[in-house]
């Protein structure tokens, strides 16, 4: 019999599906939703719109490179199948990995998100919508838009998941000792 904390620790596939299938959509929606907004209400490259006076303004750009504008020497296709490899990666991790538990999924379905996003626009426009832009004065970090703060929100929280989650037999939430059985890890 299983303990309660493996239950916390090893959740089933139908839970992973309605993680998967109520972050991804949410977070694409998003990220979708606001990039047909800036398209809409936006000139690129020509203005800034003060959201928050000094800290934070929208400005619309395209990034043909990877995040942040970072490599753009990289050829669109090959970026399209590094993007659409990662996704398939994450997505198999999320429904197939043997161990898991729901901060786990959630942070990669986040990360999925963002993906399929960035992605999405990869393919339609061949560039990413960029439009956020935060910094004091001169001193601004480079524009980024709603699935990039998906998939760092998502990379953070597996961070702390990972940092703070105790490994098996080292006073971690899974025990196999009071129940007589080997967990799913230490079966393979």
Request: overall charge positive; aromatic content about 12%; charged content about 15%.
């Amino acid at each position: 019999m299983a303990t309660d904390s493996q239950y916390v620790q090893n959740i089933t596939l139908r839970k992973r599906a309605k993680l998967f299938f109520f972050i991804v959509p949410a977070t694409f929606l998003a990220d979708y939703l606001s990039k047909c907004l800036v398209q809409r209400m936006m000139v690129p490259y020509e203005e800034t719109i003060p959201v928050i006076d000094g800290l934070v303004k929208l400005r619309f750009i395209y990034n043909k490179g990877i995040a942040f504008g970072l490599n753009p020497v990289i050829p669109g296709w090959l970026l399209i199948l590094i993007a659409v490899s990662v996704a398939i990666l994450v997505i198999i991790y999320i429904f197939f990995a043997q161990y898991s538990d729901v901060a786990g999924v959630a942070a990669l379905c986040l990360i999925a998100g963002g993906a399929i996003g960035n992605l999405f626009d990869r393919i339609v426009y061949g560039r990413v919508i960029d439009f956020i832009e935060i910094g004091i004065k001169d001193l601004t970090w480079p524009v980024f838009n709603v699935a990039d703060i998906s998939v760092t929100c998502g990379a953070i929280l597996l961070a702390l998941r990972l940092f703070f989650h105790k490994p098996d037999g080292a006073g971690g939430s899974q025990s196999s000792e009071t129940s007589g059985q080997s967990s799913p890890s230490q079966r393979s």
